[in-house]
């Protein structure tokens, strides 16, 4: 078991070392120049070439694409990811105060995603054809097909600006993280929640769930007590890729409810061609892929003793 983590632990690490080195890579490749960006924030559009030359020269941007990546990835494992071009402050600083933002958002998503999911899938289950599941099967599938922008603005449209029930933006209390909450939500729930109902039919035709029956349970029953702990696995795994996904979906939702999270300072860092600050977030996306994935492996191989034992032969 102790050998499994390390062996997933360092496989973890090797994937987040060569998607950095890519980010960096990509993002270095990007049109512009960093020296000139400064020197205009500096100096306005007086800035010269000698000037320019001098501010590469300072950021080493002049060395070899290696070296530069090796001093990058050096200074973000002790925390230090440079001075925003837009902001002119250190981007860790920036973190500090928008990462409880978007923990926040992505923490209450996926809560309801994970409730949703689960009672749309169940509920789907038990009706099993008849008018409720056809109705679940497709508002999943809108669900799953309309984009986050367009799903805030309609909540926005009916919820704050018609009936005036929550905010239309920030973060003034619990009634203002509804909507982000529900945005962010919608298409993890959608997927999720025909992860649970197919899985739960096909648990349905396995043995245990006919040994449930002749034991006089009801079909409800059979679902909640045998059918329902065997998707644990398939569930969680899904649910884990779905959670991973939300924080693409934080960068539209943030910018749409004015919260002023990680995914917003992306979006401006992307607008005012700030190379550090996208290189840095890449960089927190990356790892936050990864980690959500190792912790969901773990769980699935704490949870499931045959892959305790595939792990460990």
């Known amino acids: 078991m102790k050998r499994t983590i390390l062996r997933r ?7 987040i070392l060569a998607a950095s080195a890519l980010t960096f890579a990509l993002v270095a490749a990007a049109p512009g120049n960093v020296a000139a960006l400064i020197a205009e924030r500096a100096a306005g559009p007086g800035a010269d070439a000698e000037m320019i030359t001098k501010i590469g020269n300072e950021l080493g941007l002049h060395d070899p694409l290696p070296i530069r990546y090796g001093r990058w990835l050096a200074s973000a494992l002790a925390g230090d990811f440079g001075i925003s071009l837009r902001t002119g402050k250190p981007i860790s600083q920036e973190f500090a105060a928008r990462i409880p933002m978007t923990a926040a958002l992505l923490a209450g998503g996926g809560v309801l995603a994970f409730i949703l999911s689960i009672t749309l899938g169940i509920a789907g289950a038990v009706s099993n054809g008849g008018v409720i599941d056809r109705f679940l099967h497709a508002f999943s599938l809108i669900g799953a097909s309309t984009p ?12 704050s600006v018609m009936l005036g029930w929550v905010p239309t933006f920030g973060t003034s ?3 203002s993280w509804l909507l982000p909450w529900v945005t962010i939500a919608l298409f993890p729930a959608s997927v999720l929640s ?13 043995p245990f769930a006919t040994t449930g029956f002749a034991k006089g349970y009801t079909r409800t029953q059979v679902l909640l007590r045998e059918a329902l702990p065997n998707i644990a696995i ?44 996208m290189q840095s977030v890449l960089l927190l996306f ?18 499931d003793p045959r892959m305790r034992r595939a ?3």
Do not use: H, K, W, Y
């Open 9 to 15: 632990m360092l496989l973890a690490c090797l994937l």
């Open 194 to 206: 025909r992860v649970v109902r197919v899985n739960l039919q096909e648990a349905m035709s396995r």
């Open 286 to 303: 990356v790892v936050f892929f990864v980690m959500v994935n190792f912790i969901v492996d773990m769980i699935c191989i704490v949870a």
């Open 234 to 277: 398939p569930f969680l795994t899904t649910f884990g890729a779905q959670f991973t996904l939300m924080i693409i979906g934080s960068i539209v939702v943030e910018t749409v409810f004015a919260l002023r999270g990680v995914g917003a300072f992306f979006i401006e860092a992307i607008r005012f061609r700030d190379f550090i600050g």
């Open 148 to 159: 986050n922008f367009f799903v805030a603005a309609l909540l926005v449209i009916v919820f």
């Open 173 to 175: 209390g619990l009634t």
């Open 311 to 313: 792990r460990g032969a």
